[in-house]
């Protein structure tokens, strides 16, 4: 009888623990629902918190920043309407865009804000403290902005008609950076132009260097691997071959970093060794550093 009565309280125990934990789980389970529909609404504010900043954003970038492309257009529709005819203003501002349609104002669009710790991002802003706003918008000096245009279009015809009612011109400064007319057609990669300007600039204005780099126009020849304009060059002014820049690199260095190897040849052959020479101590070992980098060992004079 007493082992009846034993298990039936255990029964009894048992079932009420059943019961217990039941409605313990219920409530746990009720708990979790109320959690989540609370994390659920707050996770629904955040993200409209999110979408109502990004929008703020889209707008103020839109209305403040306007694309670079635009900005180029505003300054090259102010420089050729004040400097050139129309006719010539279309040509360069369409030039400058590469084919694409300047006619229609920029749609709004989400500008990417560039990392402030980005290399490039600093040094830009560096150029730009040194420069100035004025040459921010204007990179060539004032007065000049019509020749600057005239030859990055390569327009020969309109650049002698300047020259002719401007001939001290052609050894002048015309950028912020010191640049020359020189400089920019050699930058062009118009040989033509380059022929015709050099016969009218004396020998000496060809030696003329750029404020940040110190290149002259044959360090740009050089860089850029354009042997026959190197040629008109040193024809003209057979010492450019001996100028370094800030760097201390004379044109040739510069041809053999950018495995130009006609140019290199070219410059090579030209190149004198004479004190001080680009072929002695540091500069020497630079030069033969970067002729075995190029496989370019099998030069000669």
């Known amino acids: 009888m007493l082992t009846s009565v034993l298990v039936e309280s255990q029964e009894m125990m048992f079932g009420k623990l059943v019961e217990y934990q039941d409605k313990m789980f219920n409530k746990l389970v009720e708990s979790q629902d109320v959690m989540f529909g609370k994390l659920e609404s707050i996770l629904c504010k955040l993200n409209e918190s999110q979408v109502n900043t990004a929008s703020n954003n889209h707008k103020t970038h839109c209305e403040e920043d306007p694309s670079p492309d635009y900005n180029k ?96 011109a052609v050894a002048k400064v015309i950028t912020h950076d010191l640049e020359t007319a020189l400089h920019l057609a050699v930058n062009n990669d118009n040989q033509m132009f380059v022929e015709e300007l050099v016969e009218l600039m004396p020998p000496e204005a060809l030696a003329c260097k750029t404020k940040k780099l110190g290149h002259t126009a044959l360090h740009y020849a050089a860089i850029s691997g354009i042997t026959e304009i190197a040629k008109a060059l040193v024809k003209k002014t057979t010492n450019l071959t001996q100028i370094c820049d800030e760097s201390r690199k004379v044109p040739l260095e510069y041809a053999l970093i950018a495995r130009h190897e006609e140019t290199s040849k070219y410059l090579y052959s030209v190149t004198r060794d004479e004190e001080p020479s680009p072929f002695f101590e540091d500069a020497g070992a630079r030069l033969l550093c970067q002729a075995i980098n190029g496989n370019f060992l099998g030069f000669r004079k």
């Open 73 to 168: 257009h505003q300054d090259l529709e102010g420089v050729v309407k004040g400097d050139i005819d129309d006719k010539l203003a279309e040509e360069i501002i369409k030039k400058s865009f590469s084919g694409n349609n300047i006619d229609n104002a920029p749609q709004e669009e989400i500008i990417e804000v560039p990392d402030a710790d980005d290399e490039q991002v600093q040094q830009q802003t560096r150029l730009e403290s040194e420069l100035g706003s004025t040459c921010r918008r204007n990179p060539y000096l004032d007065g000049y902005g019509r020749l600057y245009i005239v030859t990055l279009t390569g327009d020969w015809e309109e650049a002698r008609n300047y020259f002719k009612d401007n001939p001290e």
